[in-house]
């Protein structure tokens, strides 16, 4: 591909979005609805989330199992039939004990909103040069992120119930309307 090619490549990008605004603006609307609702009930959302979860490691688990046995000669059988195992193990627990599982997640969001934090703001420190007046928007983004963890680490574990509902919610909302605004913006673009 070469840079002569980017301006039809774009064309007809624009052009499917073009063609199919309405997709993405239901998209974005129902994506709008859930994170509203997860954001009112962020209990609820957690579940489902833990549940979805759950679900995504048995089925992983199980087609694990099944590729490794039909290729039980190839080399890293144990350790591939351990994954699987692992991923059995992990998607039943989170199945059985939705709660428990929920109070996990949330520890690893804790440790990932700490590590994202302390990331952000010696990425920012490190480039405060390049990015002039730009790095003490990624100094505070690593600020949110650490203040983050520590309120929700400091209420475990009933942050447990709401956090990850919550923040999915917050997502869902942002992901909606980024969706409804290209879908708009698309629909006017000319074809």
Known sequence: MSTSDTPNIQRAV??????????????GILLLVLGFIAIVIPPIATLAVTILLGWLFLLSGVMGLYT????????????????????????ASLLAMPASGALSLTVVL?????????????????HKREL??????MVASGVVDLVLGVMIL????????????????????????????????????AP
Do not use: C
């Open 14 to 27: 624009a052009n499917a979005l073009h063609q199919h605004w309405k997709l993405y603006l239901a998209e």
């Open 68 to 91: 490794t046995f039909m290729m039980r000669h190839a080399p890293g059988f144990w350790w591939s039939l351990l994954s699987a195992a692992l991923a059995l193990l992990v998607g």
């Open 110 to 126: 804790v440790a990932f909103f700490m590590i994202e934090g302390v990331v952000s703001i010696m990425f920012a420190l490190d």
């Open 132 to 137: 002039t007046g730009r790095w003490g928007w």
């Open 154 to 189: 400091s209420g475990l574990p009933s942050t447990a119930a709401w956090a990850i509902g919550l923040l999915v919610g917050i997502n869902m909302l942002f992901g909606g309307s980024a969706l409804i605004g290209m879908a708009l913006h698309a629909k006017n673009a």
